[in-house]
């Protein structure tokens, strides 16, 4: 296997992209398919380290693994205003177009990636390029509004910030001077002053407008003709996208969850990692080589069905086994109904007149977790006996027999309110025989949203309606002897940002209930995977291991509720090209329990480089606040060049809140 550290791939414009490139030593003689993954995230230092766990793994099984930066990062030339621009995808065909063509490439080209790299492998997919022959796409989705980083259910996510803040601090990176020499300066310069505030765009699309809908590929599945391999963990924020593309995509599909966070399956965390590497490569010799490896004779759909585990905010391993489904919907799946009784009973009775009120204090929420699990320390749910208190309550009586779910569980609620804006969680626990709650899976609702996310509508106080909140779907046991548990509550921060106004939410229980998708049949399928294989690691020196922190504090004069993370993405010397990099990260979301208007949040990004002489830093701080009509916006940028600093630049913008 032979490595090519930087080679550039022109673009129609003149736009030259930066790749590096793994081979087979003979590629040249013997021409093999390519493997395409197409990211921001700096193929020379901040993928570094698990590109070379992976790509040159997969090269030395006879493939040409292409790790390409978009346009405007790493050693890319551009810039890159936004996520899956239309630019971005004519220059991710126009590269497919380009690798088919090397001496090295037989023609045919499959596309891999995780997170960004998934998105756009299959918006890439719909758009056709006559080389691309089959999509691995990982902690991905088909639907930009409905399940990625910015909305869920209609309510805006935190996470919205936080993954708006992280692209403010990357865009804030030079390309490295060693690729492109003296240009790297104006190449940098450019980036500070013209690659934009994202957050601002984000927030003024509130709604599933034509801007989410671009890159949604559930608006015509249809046009993704190849097979896809979906695959995410149910700590992951995107499961639910791997069920719809299993059932939706009339290409050949596959799909796989595990029980990991946002990670690569042979990375996952929690365990048991996988061996993934070798299960991707059968999906590549099955569809880019023709060989027959079995891989499309066995159930489309594989999951791990977890076992209890104590509540905890971070996990190394969940117990439990994989179980396989022949289809999805899954002839397995028997959809068991529950009502909400008058008493907390679930499964009990309710009379017509019955009313049960929720106004909870707007700490439930803060020990939820973040809605996309890092497997960081913390970005777990802890013990949900904290947010029972300030929420509505209903359980079974203890389970005579072990339960098994499989997919999503759905709430149907009948409720009034007493404010045009209103919000509702639904959290599904398994409370264990010492009261100890793990929560299993939730859902969120808008309920201004409640008939439609393009065209929602304000709530009038006192009338009547119905609505359904959604849970992410999930593989889960309960045992014999525990309780099940749904948790109903009218905010959720920091999960979601809170509605305008204090709100009571009113439920009619004798019409409302919980759907569970109780799982039947054989549950013991063969565990064929071994444990996770991968190239030998990249050489790098840490001065400062990775660490991370989470905490939840209340202020005892004022009530403040705060909730604080930190992550030290390390700081590190990258051994064969002597390239230092260090990120370092804090979030800090706070909110009074009873005025929803209190609420705050804060990313602070600090990133530097150095080699030799010369080094640069760059420190990003962006704060979202609100008041009832907008949201607020104050972020600042700072970059030095060595000890000058070369920018200090500040943006404040208000955007209209719209039913949200």
Same mark, same amino acid.
């Given at each position: 296997?032979?490595?090519?550290?930087?080679?550039?791939?022109?673009?129609?414009?003149?736009?030259?992209?930066?790749?590096?490139?793994?081979?087979?030593?003979?590629?040249?003689?013997?021409?093999?398919?390519?493997?395409?993954?197409?990211?921001?995230? &700096?193929?020379?230092?901040?993928?570094?380290?698990?590109?070379?766990?992976?790509?040159?793994?997969?090269? *030395?099984?006879?493939?040409?693994?292409?790790?390409?930066?978009?346009?405007?990062?790493?050693?890319?030339?551009?810039?890159?205003? =936004?996520?899956?621009?239309?630019?971005?995808?004519?220059?991710?065909?126009?590269?497919?177009? +380009?690798?088919?063509?090397?001496?090295?490439?037989?023609?045919?080209?499959?596309?891999?990636?995780?997170?960004?790299?998934?998105?756009?492998?299959?918006?890439?997919?719909?758009?056709?390029?006559?080389?691309?022959?089959?999509?691995?796409?990982?902690?991905?989705?088909?639907?930009?509004?409905?399940?990625?980083?910015?909305?869920?259910?209609?309510?805006?996510?935190?996470?919205?910030?936080?993954?708006?803040?992280?692209?403010?601090?990357?865009?804030?990176? /030079?390309? @490295?001077?060693?690729?492109?020499?003296?240009?790297?300066?104006?190449?940098?310069?450019?980036?500070?002053?013209?690659?934009?505030?994202?957050?601002?765009?984000?927030?003024?699309?509130?709604? &599933?407008?034509?801007?989410?809908?671009?890159?949604?590929?559930?608006?015509?599945?249809?046009?993704?003709?190849? /097979?896809?391999?979906?695959?995410?963990?149910?700590? @992951?924020?995107?499961?639910? $996208?791997?069920?719809?593309?299993?059932?939706?995509? #009339?290409? /050949? $599909?596959?799909?796989?969850?595990?029980? +990991?966070?946002?990670?690569?399956?042979?990375?996952?965390?929690?365990? !048991?990692?996988?061996?993934?590497?070798?299960?991707?490569?059968?999906?590549?010799?099955?569809?880019?080589?023709?060989?027959?490896?079995?891989?499309?004779?066995?159930?489309?759909?594989?999951?791990?069905?977890?076992?209890?585990?104590?509540?905890?905010?971070?996990?190394?391993? &969940?117990?439990?086994?994989?179980?396989?489904?022949?289809?999805?919907?899954?002839?397995?799946?028997?959809?068991?109904?529950?009502?909400?009784?008058?008493?907390?009973?679930?499964?009990?009775?309710?009379?017509?007149?019955?009313?049960?009120?929720?106004?909870?204090?707007?700490?439930?929420?803060?020990?939820?977790?973040?809605?996309?699990?890092?497997?960081?320390?913390?970005? #777990? !749910?802890?013990?949900?006996?904290?947010?029972?208190?300030?929420?509505?309550?209903?359980?079974?009586? /203890?389970?005579?027999?072990?339960?098994?779910?499989?997919?999503?569980?759905?709430?149907?609620?009948?409720?009034?309110?007493?404010?045009?804006? $209103?919000?509702?969680?639904?959290?599904?626990?398994?409370?264990?025989?010492?009261?100890?709650?793990?929560?299993?899976?939730?859902?969120?609702? %808008?309920?201004?949203?409640?008939?439609?996310?393009?065209?929602?509508?304000?709530?009038?106080?006192?009338?009547?309606?119905?609505?359904?909140?959604?849970?992410?779907?999930?593989? #889960?046991?309960?045992?014999?002897?525990?309780?099940?548990?749904?948790?109903?509550?009218?905010?959720?921060? !920091?999960?979601?940002?809170?509605?305008?106004?204090?709100?009571?939410?009113?439920?009619?229980? *004798?019409?409302?209930?919980?759907?569970?998708?109780?799982?039947?049949?054989?549950?013991?399928?063969? =565990?064929?995977? @071994?444990?996770?294989?991968?190239?030998?690691?990249?050489?790098?020196?840490?001065?400062?291991?990775?660490?991370?922190?989470?905490?939840?504090?209340?202020?005892? %004069?004022?009530?403040?509720?705060?909730?604080?993370?930190?992550?030290?993405?390390?700081? $590190?010397?990258?051994?064969?090209?002597?390239?230092?990099?260090?990120?370092?990260?804090?979030?800090?979301?706070?909110?009074?329990?009873? %005025?929803?208007?209190?609420?705050?949040?804060?990313?602070?990004?600090?990133?530097?480089?150095?080699?030799?002489?010369?080094?640069?830093?760059?420190?990003?701080?962006?704060?979202?606040?609100?008041? &009832?009509?907008?949201?607020?916006?104050? *972020?600042?940028?700072?970059?030095?060049?060595?000890?000058?600093?070369?920018?200090?630049?500040?943006?404040?913008?208000?955007?209209?809140?719209?039913?949200?």
């Amino acid at each position: 296997m032979r490595e090519i550290e930087h080679i550039e791939i022109p673009m129609p414009d003149g736009t030259r992209l930066a790749a590096r490139v793994w081979l087979p030593e003979d590629a040249d003689q013997t021409p093999v398919p390519a493997i395409l993954e197409y990211i921001p995230y &700096r193929k020379n230092d901040k993928t570094l380290e698990r590109d070379h766990a992976r790509a040159p793994w997969i090269a *030395a099984r006879g493939y040409a693994y292409v790790r390409l930066d978009i346009r405007g990062s790493g050693e890319s030339e551009g810039l890159m205003t =936004d996520e899956y621009t239309s630019a971005e995808l004519q220059d991710g065909c126009d590269a497919i177009a +380009w690798i088919a063509e090397q001496a090295w490439c037989d023609g045919g080209v499959g596309i891999v990636g995780i997170s960004w790299g998934g998105f756009n492998g299959l918006q890439l997919a719909a758009l056709q390029p006559p080389a691309l022959k089959a999509v691995v796409s990982i902690c991905s989705t088909d639907d930009r509004y409905a399940d990625d980083i910015h909305y869920m259910g209609g309510a805006l996510l935190c996470d919205h910030l936080s993954w708006a803040s992280v692209m403010f601090g990357i865009n804030t990176l /030079p390309p @490295d001077p060693a690729h492109v020499g003296e240009r790297w300066r104006e190449m940098w310069h450019q980036r500070l002053d013209e690659s934009g505030l994202w957050l601002d765009e984000w927030l003024r699309h509130q709604t &599933r407008d034509a801007f989410w809908k671009h890159g949604s590929v559930c608006e015509d599945i249809g046009a993704i003709k190849i /097979p896809v391999y979906a695959v995410s963990g149910w700590a @992951d924020g995107y499961c639910r $996208a791997v069920f719809r593309l299993v059932e939706t995509l #009339q290409a /050949p $599909a596959k799909g796989i969850v595990g029980p +990991w966070s946002h990670k690569y399956p042979h990375l996952g965390e929690p365990g !048991p990692a996988i061996d993934w590497l070798t299960e991707e490569t059968r999906w590549w010799d099955h569809w880019l080589k023709g060989v027959d490896t079995g891989i499309m004779d066995e159930d489309p759909l594989r999951l791990f069905l977890q076992d209890h585990a104590k509540p905890s905010g971070h996990y190394a391993q &969940r117990a439990g086994h994989w179980i396989t489904e022949p289809a999805w919907p899954s002839p397995n799946i028997d959809r068991q109904v529950f009502s909400l009784g008058t008493n907390g009973h679930l499964g009990g009775d309710a009379e017509p007149d019955d009313r049960l009120q929720v106004a909870s204090p707007l700490w439930v929420g803060s020990h939820a977790g973040k809605w996309c699990s890092y497997a960081k320390r913390g970005d #777990q !749910p802890g013990d949900q006996r904290r947010e029972d208190a300030g929420s509505l309550v209903f359980e079974t009586a /203890p389970l005579a027999e072990d339960t098994h779910i499989t997919g999503d569980a759905t709430v149907t609620l009948t409720f009034q309110v007493d404010r045009p804006v $209103a919000q509702v969680a639904a959290r599904l626990m398994d409370v264990a025989p010492d009261g100890a709650a793990t929560r299993v899976s939730y859902g969120v609702l %808008n309920l201004t949203h409640r008939d439609s996310h393009e065209t929602p509508e304000a709530l009038v106080p006192g009338e009547t309606y119905s609505a359904e909140v959604e849970m992410k779907h999930v593989a #889960q046991t309960f045992r014999a002897g525990h309780r099940i548990r749904l948790g109903l509550s009218n905010c959720y921060f !920091p999960i979601i940002w809170p509605a305008p106004e204090p709100v009571t939410l009113t439920l009619i229980p *004798a019409r409302c209930t919980l759907t569970l998708p109780v799982r039947t049949g054989d549950l013991m399928v063969p =565990d064929r995977f @071994d444990p996770p294989r991968a190239a030998e690691p990249l050489e790098v020196d840490y001065d400062v291991e990775p660490h991370s922190g989470w905490s939840v504090t209340e202020d005892r %004069n004022t009530g403040r509720v705060v909730v604080e993370s930190f992550d030290h993405e390390g700081a $590190a010397r990258i051994t064969p090209h002597d390239l230092f990099h260090s990120a370092d990260v804090r979030e800090r979301y706070s909110v009074l329990p009873d %005025n929803p208007l209190s609420a705050e949040g804060q990313v602070v990004w600090m990133h530097e480089m150095s080699r030799g002489d010369w080094s640069v830093k760059s420190v990003t701080d962006t704060t979202l606040i609100c008041d &009832r009509d907008a949201f607020h916006i104050a *972020a600042r940028l700072r970059a030095w060049e060595g000890e000058a600093l070369v920018r200090d630049l500040e943006w404040k913008r208000s955007i209209p809140r719209h039913l949200v």
